[in-house]
């Protein structure tokens, strides 16, 4: 839409022409498309062809009803209830008694089931199956269970 300076638009802020209407022509086109494409999906269970537009996916849909008589209405909704997320029921939250430093060290300290620490005196990591295990801050490696009896020949002891 080109813009022209009228006597219209002069006094309402826009200086260079009329002030844009809030839904343009076009604008409501893209969205009766929109619907007509939910309806089309909705229907058939597939998307209309992108090369329809809104005259041609509304024909497929009288076609469509037009061969299927008992077919269910469509509803569409409005843009603002189709966006609008879903509500998350509040987790309440847990009181810092509740979760004691120690506990969370403790948990730390498991190693994930299959797996287990091993530790070599001079805090060094390790090679086991082509895969390099590195050593933590602490210098405990995170190995497969079945590397100890391997890594115990070269220092490491289970922690």
């Not at 638009?9 to 939910?38: I, N, Q, T």
């Not at 966006?83 to 509740?98: D, H, I, N, Q, T």
């Not at 070599?120 to 190995?143: C, F, M, N, Q, T």
Request: proline share 10%; charged share 25%.
């Amino acid at each position: 839409m080109a813009w022209r300076l009228t006597q219209e638009g002069a006094g309402f802020g826009f200086p260079f022409g009329p002030s844009p209407p809030f839904e343009s022509e076009e604008l409501m086109s893209d969205k009766h498309l929109g619907e007509l494409r939910a309806e089309f999906k909705f229907l058939t269970g597939k998307a209309p062809s992108p090369r329809l537009d809104a005259a041609g996916v509304e024909a497929k849909i009288v076609e469509y009803r037009a061969a299927n008589p008992d077919a269910p209405a469509f509803e569409a909704k409005p843009a603002a209830e189709a966006k609008a997320p879903a509500e998350k029921p509040a987790k309440a939250a847990k009181p810092a008694a509740e979760k004691p430093a120690a506990k969370a060290a403790a948990k730390a300290d498991k190693a994930p089931e299959g797996c287990i620490y091993l530790k070599h005196p001079e805090g060094i990591g390790a090679s086991y199956g082509g895969a390099e295990l590195v050593a933590d801050k602490s210098g405990r490696v995170l190995a497969p269970a079945g590397a100890l009896a391997e890594l115990e020949a070269h220092g490491f002891e289970a922690v």
